[in-house]
């Protein structure tokens, strides 16, 4: 089985839920946090999934960690989640612009 590419998928779908819940079910506040955390969650599945068919796996895995880590502690905020998972959420970005920046290196190598 195809681990990462089903982590992305589900991260892809977890991302459309939490900013249809942010659009139709929440309050401003946490409209906002889902509406973020969505946005950031579907682009890096998709950036997941495309990495993988590059053959960049470990930058694909940076992609689904990290935005795990930004998304599900913004989701977490939004619902009313303890305060420690705010500083969560720059570790989930810190992930992905890792994904980003090794990808890019090698692309340069390629």
Do not use: C
């Not at 309050?27 to 990495?51: E, F, I, P, R």
Request: overall charge positive; glycine content about 20%; proline content about 4%.
């Amino acid at each position: 089985m195809n681990w990462l590419g089903v982590l992305a998928a589900l991260s892809g779908a977890l991302a459309i839920g939490a900013g249809a819940f942010g659009a139709h079910g929440a309050s401003d506040h946490a409209a906002g946090l889902l509406k973020t955390g969505g946005q950031y969650q579907l682009l890096h599945a998709v950036a997941a999934l495309v990495a993988m068919q590059l053959g960049a796996r470990g930058p694909a895995w940076l992609f689904v960690a990290g935005a795990a880590l930004f998304a599900g502690s913004l989701y977490g905020l939004a619902e009313g989640g303890p305060r420690w998972l705010g500083p969560v959420t720059p570790i989930g970005g810190a992930l992905m612009i890792a994904g980003w920046l090794w990808l890019a290196w090698g692309l340069a190598r390629a």
